[in-house]
């Protein structure tokens, strides 16, 4: 596992991927229990959100590769 994971960049998107495959599942989770649909303008808002924050996420981890290259 840690030859895989050995760099940091691997991990963050480790990470990335693991959080996505969460709320993948919550929502999924949510929506089968409760009332809300996909189509609500509430729930809208939330996806939007969350994908926002996924962006600034993996951007933040790019700049971050980016900045190790120029150090070298």
Known sequence: MRERLGSDMRF?????A???LFFVIAILV?????????????FF???VGFG????????SAA???LEDL???
């Open 45 to 47: 808002g939330f996806l």
């Open 30 to 42: 949510v929506t089968t229990v409760n009332s809300i649909g996909f189509g609500s303008r509430g």
């Open 63 to 65: 700049i971050h590769k």
């Open 52 to 59: 926002f924050f996924m962006l600034v996420f993996f951007v």
């Open 18 to 20: 693991l959080v996505i």
């Open 12 to 16: 963050y998107y480790a990470v990335g």
């Open 70 to 72: 120029e150090d070298v």
